[in-house]
C-alpha cells in the first residue's frame, strides 16, 4: 500500500497544474513543464513546441506507471510468474520506504526505551508492558492531535474568512475569528458575480459526465474481468495508463480535434473530454470489484437460462452498488472541480464553470479572499452531502476494487 501511495503521489505532483497556475501564473521560478506547455501552445499558439514540451517527461511518467501496473497487478488471480526485474525494483522500492519509516519512528521508540531504563522511585509502578502501552498511546494522541489540526485548519480558515468584511482581511482584524460575522461576501458573490450561472454550468456537466463514466465503465469493466479475449491484460495496463496520464499531454490534441468538430466554447467541448480521466480509473477500480465476486453465481443463472446480459443486469450489477457508487463519487467529484479543461476549451463567461469563473476574479496578485472562501464554501457543500450519505460504500467499494485490478 505504501509503494502504490507513493507511487501514485509521484505522478500526480509531475501532472500538478490548477494550483501552480493559479497562485503563481507560473512565474517566480514555478514554470513547470506543464505550465510551459500551456503558455506555448495556448497563450504563443505555437502547438508544435507546446506538444514537445508536454512530451517531455512522458519517459518517466511512463516508467513510473508500468511500475504501478505492474505492481497493482500482481493480485489480480493470475499464477505466479517468474520473478521480473520489474518485481526485484518494486521489492527495493518498498525496502527503501520501509527504511525511511523505521528512520522516522526511532526517536519515538527510543524515548519509550530511555522511559523504560528509568526506574520508578514511587511504591507505585506500571509494568514493562503497561508502560509501554501507556507510552505508545499518548505519543500516538499527539501525533494525531497534530495531524487532524494540520488537516482541518484549513477548512476552519475558509469558514472564518467566508464570513468576514473586506475592512477585517485587509485589515487583519480578528485574525482567527471574525467581528463582527457577516454575509457581505455571499452577498457580493451572488449579486455581484454570476455565481448561479457558473454553478448551474457546472452541475449539468458534472451530472451528465458522471453518468457517461459509471454507464461506459459499469460495462467495459465487466468485460475485461469477465469475457476473457485476446488482449484484455494488455488493454488493463493501457486503462492505467490512460488515467495517470497528465492533462497537459491531453489538452493540446484534444483542442486540436475539438476545433474540427467545431465544439471548442460549447458544454459537448466538456461532455466529451470529462470521461477521459473519469472512465480508465473507474473502469479499473469496477474490474478489480467483479473479480472480487464469485463467477460461479454467473454461472448458475446461465445454466438456468439466463443469457450473459441478464446475469449481469440482475446477479453481478445489485451486487456492485458500493463499488457503483464508489465510482459515481469520485466521478462526480473529479468534474466538478475539474479546472485545466475548462479553462483551456471554454472562453464564453456564460458557459464557464465554478472553478474557471472563480479564476477570472483573480487579477494579478491581487486575490479577492472573502470572494473565493464564500464560494469554496458553497461550492463544497455538494459534495459534503453525497460523501456523507456515501461514506461507507465508497470504502468498502475502493478497498474492494483498488488493488485488486
Known amino acids: 500500500v505504501v509503494a502504490v501511495a ?3 503521489s509521484t505522478i500526480w505532483t509531475f501532472n500538478g497544474f490548477e494550483t501552480i497556475y493559479l497562485l503563481t501564473g507560473g512565474n517566480a521560478g514555478t514554470e513547470v513543464y506543464s505550465i510551459l506547455a500551456y503558455k506555448k501552445a495556448m497563450g504563443a499558439l505555437r502547438f508544435g513546441p507546446g506538444t514537445a514540451v508536454a512530451f517531455s ?3 518517466v511518467l511512463v516508467f513510473f506507471i508500468l511500475l ?3 505492481y497493482m497487478r500482481r493480485d489480480s ?3 505466479q510468474e517468474a520473478i521480473t526485474w520489474q518485481d526485484r525494483l518494486i521489492d527495493g522500492l518498498g525496502a527503501i520506504l520501509s527504511s525511511i519509516f523505521w528512520v522516522i519512528t526511532l526517536p519515538f521508540a527510543l524515548v ?3 522511559l523504560d531504563a528509568v526506574k520508578p522511585q514511587t511504591g507505585f509502578s506500571l509494568g514493562s508492558k503497561q508502560r509501554n502501552a501507556l507510552i505508545n498511546g499518548v505519543l500516538r494522541a499527539i501525533a494525531l492531535t497534530a495531524l487532524l489540526i494540520y488537516v482541518l485548519f484549513p477548512f476552519y480558515w475558509i469558514l472564518i474568512t467566508a464570513f468576514k468584511s473586506d475592512a477585517q482581511i485587509g485589515q487583519r482584524i480578528g485574525t482567527f475569528w471574525p467581528e463582527p460575522w457577516t454575509t457581505e461576501q455571499f452577498s457580493k458573490l451572488v449579486y455581484d458575480l454570476p455565481f448561479g450561472l457558473w454553478f448551474q454550468n457546472s452541475l449539468i456537466v458534472a451530472v451528465c459526465t458522471t453518468l457517461l463514466a459509471v454507464l461506459f465503465s459499469a460495462l467495459g469493466g465487466y468485460a475485461l474481468a469477465r469475457l ?10 493501457i486503462l492505467l495508463v490512460t488515467y495517470l496520464l497528465p492533462g497537459a499531454l491531453m489538452f493540446i490534441p484534444m483542442y486540436g480535434i475539438l476545433a474540427d468538430l467545431k465544439i471548442v466554447n460549447t458544454r459537448w467541448a466538456l461532455l466529451l473530454t470529462y470521461p477521459t480521466f473519469m472512465m480508465p480509473f473507474a473502469t479499473w ?3 478489480g470489484y467483479y473479480r472480487s465476486i464469485p463467477e460461479e453465481l454467473e454461472q448458475a443463472a446461465m445454466v438456468d437460462g439466463a443469457n450473459r446480459w441478464q446475469a449481469f443486469s440482475k446477479i453481478i450489477l445489485p451486487l456492485t452498488k458500493p463499488a457503483l457508487l464508489a465510482v459515481t463519487l469520485f466521478s462526480f467529484t473529479a468534474a466538478w472541480k475539474e479546472f485545466l479543461f475548462a479553462f483551456v476549451f471554454i472562453s464564453s463567461d456564460n458557459l464557464m464553470t465554478l472553478p474557471v469563473g472563480l479564476a477570472q476574479t483573480i487579477f494579478g496578485d491581487i486575490y479577492p479572499w472573502g470572494l473565493l472562501m464564500a464560494a469554496s464554501l458553497i461550492i463544497s457543500v455538494p459534495v459534503v452531502i453525497f460523501y456523507m450519505y456515501g461514506q461507507k ?6 478497498t474492494a476494487g483498488s488493488v485488486k485490478g
Open 6 to 8: 507513493t507511487l501514485l
Open 57 to 59: 517527461l512522458t519517459p
Open 68 to 70: 504501478l501496473s505492474r
Open 77 to 79: 488471480g493470475r499464477e
Open 112 to 114: 519509550s526505551k530511555l
Open 228 to 237: 476473457h479475449f485476446r488482449g484484455s491484460q494488455l488493454l488493463t495496463t
Open 285 to 287: 477500480l469496477l474490474m
Open 393 to 398: 460504500y465508497m470504502v468498502a467499494g475502493l
